[in-house]
């Protein structure tokens, strides 16, 4: 999780998250050091579940998706040919898929950044819902072969925010919807483990292209 006000009462029964700090770097940095220490210790972990709040101007309020995919909003190296959105000179596309292993539950797709989008900056927005980290963790993830699974709550969006309680007046209903979606995919994953990791296709991809259960590129 990136912010102690995401931690509500609901999640703090069930769970003690690594935090990571607001922002791609701060995650890219808090999410590689741990995995890193994990590593030299044998015991990196099966999978990551990354918890936390969103933007939404088109999904309900409070309401909790599984990411279906994330891309790299900040990322423009469009003067240089590179697609937009695209990393120059690593293999990874603009957008990257997600596992949503959790039956029923809705999914929706997800923009990383480092600012804070409001308003009229959602029209250049491709993205149904907005965050600030989890690009970041996916590639730190990636680096050490571990899959990752995102579930946000929409907290803001509706309305331009203007104060720092735009964002967090909405988080106790976010803290319960989150600790009542994982508790249904510990369910999943005690009933089919790793398997229930796969990753659909995206868009316009060959289903024989799809990734394997235990793979981290999509």
């Not at 922002?23 to 808090?30: F, K, Q, S």
């Not at 959105?85 to 039956?103: E, K, M, N, R, S």
């Not at 907290?155 to 720092?164: I, N, P, T």
Request: glycine letters at 8%; a negative charge.
């Amino acid at each position: 999780m990136a912010a102690p006000a995401e931690y509500g009462a609901c999640l703090q029964a069930r769970i003690r998250p690594l935090m990571t700090g607001i922002g791609p770097v701060e995650a890219a940095i808090a999410l590689t050091a741990a995995l890193a220490r994990l590593e030299a210790a044998g015991d990196l972990p099966d999978l990551i579940v990354s918890l936390g709040s969103c933007g939404s101007r088109v999904l309900e309020h409070a309401a909790v998706y599984q990411a279906s995919s994330v891309a790299y909003r900040d990322m423009d190296a469009s003067a240089l040919g590179f697609p937009k959105g695209v990393t120059p000179l690593l293999d990874q596309p603009a957008v990257l898929a997600l596992p949503c292993p959790i039956p029923g539950a809705p999914t929706a797709t997800l923009s990383t950044g480092g600012n804070v989008v409001s308003g009229a900056a959602y029209d250049a927005i491709g993205a149904e819902m907005v965050d600030m980290e989890t690009w970041a963790l996916v590639r730190a993830a990636q680096t050490f072969g571990v899959p990752l699974i995102a579930l946000r709550g929409v907290s803001d969006g509706r309305a331009e925010l203007k104060a720092l309680e735009d964002w967090t007046s909405t988080l106790h209903h976010v803290d319960e919807n989150l600790a009542a979606a994982l508790d249904r995919l510990i369910a999943v994953l005690e009933a089919d483990g790793l398997a229930a990791l796969e990753i659909p296709a995206l868009p316009g991809q060959d289903p024989a292209q799809r990734p394997a259960p235990d793979s981290i590129t999509p």
